[in-house]
């Protein structure tokens, strides 16, 4: 599919006159715009080096928080931490002052949710994609809901396409749904745009942005990407070695490295 495909369907004009609220009744118990996400001295050592060295940061409700620093400085590590996709050898994370690992691990994969630098769907058509979720604790996404969500994503009608046909602006996009479909409250995005060109890059921003904003979740995104960091995070902190550099407001952050 050409990228032509994925511009034309780049309409937000279209998508906002979509109501948020079929997608939030999507989740049997949704409550966005609450989360404080902290780490406490958070590490990861593996073979004794320490990939990630004793991180201690808050993110209050609704902020947006940049991740950067070099390749190899351990931006992913910390970012899979935060949703125990990888274990903490030192220190923990919590959600609104619980120990993450108090909560079922599905739960808190709800409630925190992920986008990769690619998307991962499995083979089949994007509705049920989207549907996983939700099936996963017994919950059934109504047609409706499912058609929500994809206008919210600016694919009005791709319910029955196979996601094997789909763009890598629009599979990014089906990603995006599928975690909307949980409805958490937290987003992790690691590198969610650079494995696109740069007008689905942008389309793929935008639509993360509104979204975040919308619903005020708390998130951290890694990014190679200053611009892209100075447009979306309110505080960036600067990693190298596992090592939290710095951490202040993006301006001065990105001004000061
Ligand atoms: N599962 C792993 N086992 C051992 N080393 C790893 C593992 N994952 C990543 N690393 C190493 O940890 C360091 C940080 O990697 P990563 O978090 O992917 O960095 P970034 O996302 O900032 O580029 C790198 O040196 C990488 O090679
Ligand atoms: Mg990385």
Redesign the pocket.
């Known amino acids: 599919m050409s990228e032509t495909t994925v511009i034309q369907n780049t309409n937000f004009n279209a998508t906002v006159e979509y109501p948020d609220e079929a997608v939030r009744r999507a989740s049997v118990d949704g409550t966005p715009e609450t989360l404080t996400l902290e780490t406490r001295n958070l590490s990861r050592a ?2 004794g ?1 320490l ?1 990630v060295n004793d991180i201690s940061v808050q993110i209050p409700p609704g902020e947006v928080l940049a991740v950067v ?10 970012l899979r931490l935060l949703n125990r996709l990888d274990e903490p050898t030192g220190g923990s994370v919590l959600l609104n002052g619980t120990d993450y690992r108090e909560i079922a691990p599905r739960e808190l994969r709800r409630r925190v949710g992920m986008v990769m630098q690619t998307a991962w769907l499995f083979p089949g058509t994007v509705a049920a994609n989207i549907a996983f979720g939700p099936r996963q604790r017994g919950e059934i996404l109504t047609e409706e809901q499912i058609a929500a969500l994809l206008n919210r994503v600016g694919l009005p009608g791709y319910q029955d396409r196979d996601v094997s046909n789909l763009s890598g602006g629009e599979a990014q996009r089906v990603s995006v749904a599928r975690t909307l479909a949980n409805a958490p409250e937290g987003l992790l995005l690691d590198e969610p745009t650079s494995a696109l060109d740069e007008a689905s890059a942008r389309g793929i921003e935008e639509l993360l942005l509104d979204i975040i904003q919308e619903r005020r979740m708390t998130c951290v995104i ?1 990014t190679h990407n200053r611009l892209q960091a100075a447009r979306i995070a309110s505080r960036t902190m600067v ?1 190298e070695s ?1 090592g939290l550099v710095t951490i202040g407001p993006t301006k001065e952050v990105l001004h000061d490295h």
Not at 69 to 78: I, L, N, R, T, V
């Open positions: 593996v073979s080096k990939l620093g070099p390749s190899g400085a351990g931006k992913s590590s910390f890694v990693l596992g």
